[in-house]
């Protein structure tokens, strides 16, 4: 069993290519038939892409030794201050409510 | 029985009883891939002998299981080639491309139907048999083109020759011939075709398994 194809497919037209899994075969030939079986025979599939695991470029190493947290989208945690700013609000409403009571010191 | 129910039920046997036949190899198949891919096509055979049985029945005023499961033995009309229980890989592909290549020479036959019902089957069936086809082609390539291998389709060849050439009828069957040599890239020898109407002793335990749960639950099984 010489070759590895990762399978993508695609479920539905304009729908985005997505990974389905990897279907072992001798050659071209019989992966594409294992391909058609294994992610096509139940019409959940539209389109499929089969790539030779050989042909992917795979990177799996990052660095980011400065901690460089702000180019990240999780870089700034605003849980906290959207807390603060929910409970300032909260505070104002009260008071407002209380000086329109007739409370002059709430 | 007409001329045409007695072919419409040639064909659906032919279909039931491979299926079952290849379905065999559910779980055991050489490796994973080979065992969804083969599951899948006896599946497909299954399909295709329902919606024969159906055409079938339509006409005798019954319906596709009663035809499937309720006749004797003697009333099956298929080819002896499809009942041979070979549960090894090389006989396995070679009777499984034997059939496709045969059973692709009687669709295309029945495409060209004045019946417009059989041809419209016919095209339907065939749609899904080109697939069947491509399997059993890159298989049989892939075993001629080793030594060792080739020598093992050879030896099937020897068995199911007979067999292959029983599925036809004799207007045919010359194509067969025509296809099954060129692929082979040699002449096969001229044989008395095995043909339908006897049927192996084989078929007698398949119908047992096939028909068990039709006789213990006859007014229909419910899971």
């Known amino acids: 069993m010489a070759l590895v194809f990762e399978v993508f497919r695609r479920e539905r037209s304009g729908a985005p290519m997505q990974h389905a899994g990897s279907i072992a075969a001798p050659d071209e030939r019989f992966a594409e038939i294992y391909a058609r079986e294994q992610y096509g025979r139940r019409g959940e599939s539209e389109a499929l892409w089969l790539v030779p695991r050989g042909a992917i470029d795979e990177i799996a190493e990052f660095v980011d030794e400065f901690d460089l947290k702000y180019r990240r989208v999780d870089g700034y945690s605003i849980k906290e201050r959207l807390k603060e700013a929910r409970a300032a609000a909260e505070n104002a409403t009260r008071l407002r409510d209380a000086f329109s009571a007739g409370d002059q010191n709430p | ?223």
């Open chain 2, 1 to 223: 029985m007409s001329d045409r129910v007695d072919l419409l039920l040639a064909l659906a046997d032919d279909e039931l009883i491979l299926g079952w036949r290849n379905s065999e190899w559910t779980g055991i198949a050489p490796f994973l891939e080979e065992d969804v891919a083969f599951s899948s096509i006896a599946q497909n055979e299954i399909g295709h002998a329902r919606a024969l049985y159906e055409l079938a029945a339509r006409e005798l005023g019954t319906d596709a299981d009663a035809l499937a499961f309720d006749r004797p033995l003697e009333e099956y009309r298929s080819s002896p080639l499809v009942e041979l229980r070979r549960l090894e890989w090389a006989r396995t592909i070679v009777r499984h491309w034997l059939y496709e290549t045969a059973d692709a020479i009687r669709l295309e036959a029945l495409m060209g139907s004045d019946d417009r019902e059989i041809a419209g089957i016919a095209a339907k069936i065939d749609r899904e048999e080109v697939y069947h086809r491509i399997h059993a082609e890159m298989w049989i390539d892939r075993l001629l083109a080793s030594d060792d291998a080739r020598s093992r389709v050879d030896e099937a060849l020897e068995e199911l020759w007979p067999y292959a050439l029983g599925v036809l009828d004799d207007d045919l069957r010359p194509e067969l011939v025509r296809r099954a040599e060129a692929k082979v890239g040699r002449a096969l020898p001229e044989v008395e075709p095995v043909s339908r109407g006897q049927h192996e002793a084989e078929l007698a335990d398949l119908l047992v398994e096939m028909t068990m749960v039709r006789r213990s639950a006859p007014a229909g099984a419910r899971w």
